[in-house]
C-alpha cells in the first residue's frame, strides 16, 4: 500500500498568514492527491482534487501543487475560519484509499 | 443538496455486531460509488470498504476483511454496512462517503460526508 506523510504534523500561524502543509507519497502517485479539512466534531470537507483542482465553493486562498510524491497545501491568508486538520489522500492506487496523519492548524 | 445521515452506532461488547445504515438524497445514488471511513478517537482517517454503484463490487481494508461486509440498497437510497467480531480497535466514528465515480476505482476522491455515527466495543 502508498503510505503519505505529511509535515508537520502541527502548526500555530496567525491570521493573515501565508501557510503551506506538505504530503509526500511513499511511491509516484502522478497528481492523484486530494486534500481534507475537518474541524472539531465535524465531517472532513474536500478542498483540493487531483493536486490542485479546487472544489466547487471553496475558497480560492486555498490552493494545491506537485506531483510525482511531493505535494503542497498552501493557505494564501488565513482566515479565522481555516483553524482546522488538514488531511491529504492519494487515489493513484486505489483501494486502500490512504490517507496521512493529518496536520492541525493552530491558532499562534 | 447532497445529505448523507449515518445512523446505528453505540455500544456493542468485544465480538457483537452492529448494523450501520447511510441514508442518502440529493443525487442519483445508484449512480456512484460509496465508501465507509472511520476515525478512531483522537486519531486520523482511515478507509474501510467500498461498493460500486450497482453493489456488484466491493472492497476492504485488510483490517475488516472477513469481518464487515459492505451493501446498499438503491431502491431506498440507503448504504449499509455489517460489521461483526466487533474488536476494541473498531471503535471509531464511521463516515459515509460519496465518490464521483460510479466503480470502486482509482483516480476517485470523497466528494461529500455524512456527520458519521459513533461505534464504541467495550466490555
Known amino acids: 500500500d502508498i503510505q503519505m506523510t505529511q509535515s508537520p504534523s502541527s502548526l500555530s500561524a496567525s491570521v493573515g498568514d501565508r501557510v503551506t502543509i506538505t504530503c509526500r507519497a511513499s511511491q509516484y502517485i502522478s497528481t492523484y492527491l486530494n486534500w481534507y479539512q475537518q474541524k472539531p466534531g465535524k465531517a472532513p470537507k474536500l478542498l483540493i482534487y487531483a493536486a490542485s483542482s479546487l472544489q466547487s465553493g471553496v475558497p480560492s486562498r486555498f490552493s494545491g501543487s506537485g506531483s510525482g510524491t511531493d505535494f503542497t497545501l498552501t493557505i494564501s491568508s488565513l482566515q479565522p475560519e481555516d483553524f482546522a486538520t488538514y488531511y491529504c489522500q492519494q487515489s493513484y492506487s486505489t483501494p486502500p484509499y490512504t490517507f496521512g496523519q493529518g496536520t492541525k492548524l493552530e491558532i499562534k | 443538496e447532497v445529505q448523507l445521515l449515518e445512523s446505528g452506532g453505540g455500544l456493542v461488547q468485544p465480538g457483537g455486531s452492529l448494523r450501520l445504515s447511510c441514508a442518502t438524497s440529493?443525487?442519483?445514488?445508484?449512480?456512484?460509488?460509496m465508501s465507509w471511513v472511520r476515525q478512531a478517537p483522537g486519531k486520523g482517517l482511515e478507509w474501510v470498504s467500498a461498493?460500486?454503484?450497482?453493489?456488484?463490487?466491493?472492497d476492504y481494508a485488510d483490517s475488516v476483511k472477513g469481518r464487515f461486509t459492505i451493501s446498499r440498497d438503491n431502491s431506498k437510497n440507503t448504504l449499509y454496512v455489517q460489521m461483526n467480531s466487533l474488536r476494541a480497535e473498531d471503535t471509531a466514528v464511521y463516515y459515509c462517503?460519496?465518490?464521483?465515480?460510479?466503480?470502486?476505482?482509482?483516480?476517485?476522491?470523497?466528494?461529500?460526508w455524512g456527520q458519521g455515527t459513533l461505534v464504541t466495543v467495550s466490555s
Open positions: 440529493g443525487f442519483t445514488f445508484s449512480s456512484y460509488a
Open positions: 462517503a460519496k465518490t464521483r465515480s460510479f466503480g470502486v476505482v482509482p483516480r476517485d476522491y470523497f466528494d461529500s
Open positions: 461498493i460500486s454503484g450497482s453493489g456488484e463490487n466491493t
